[in-house]
């Protein structure tokens, strides 16, 4: 009877000391499980943290290059630099996109002058199988510099949609052939009062892409032409 009372004296002690391991385990594990869920929250909080300043870089990044447009403001919005870089910056881009009907008008910039050319940028929207485009053109002016209007379609003219942080979603049509294309061949542009022809691409993208894409920053947008010589 003794040696029975015995063991089962031994068998509480050893369940009373397994109980007591487990429930130290248990409270390393519970203790190393919130450990782990910090880990984790801080790990996202870096990563959020990484993402904004890669963001924040991208875009400082992306607006230090676009300082090569750095030339003289031109009013409207139109900057240039030498004799072939031309930015246009057109502000409250949203209203006029949202607001477009078949009847809205061109959008011009002001009157410079590249290569001797007296000219002005505009943009449209245009409908193709019944989806809107965004349409980008220079007007040349009628004027004295008519005699340079030969030159400069012989230029190698790239019209650019310039994305505001990203470089590689920037979008670019070159015309490299001996004349650039008349878009008043394709599309039915207005022409303002003193324009003798309308030059440029009949569809940079479309406004879906245009409005997801991010190419509207502060209800801002960023045109660009730079026509070169072909050498």
Known sequence: MTKILENVDGVKYERERISTHVQADARTAAEASGKIE???VRMQCLTRRAEAIEDCTAQHFRMTSLSMFTGTWLGRGVSYVGDKHVLWCVEGISEHIDTWTPSSKV???????????????GY???????????VLFFGICEGQNDLNI???CRCRVTFSLIHPMLRPKDVQYRIDGGFLFSITYEWPVERESGMSSLYGVSSVCTVDEFKEDGF????????????????
């Open 38 to 40: 910090d880990v984790l």
């Open 107 to 121: 959008i011009y910039s002001d009157e410079f002058v590249i290569h001797g050319c007296e000219v002005k940028l």
């Open 124 to 134: 449209c929207v245009r409908i193709r199988e019944s989806v809107p485009h965004i």
């Open 150 to 152: 030969r030159c400069l």
């Open 216 to 231: 509207i920053k502060g209800d801002t947008i960023y045109f660009a032409v730079t026509a070169e010589e072909r050498i």
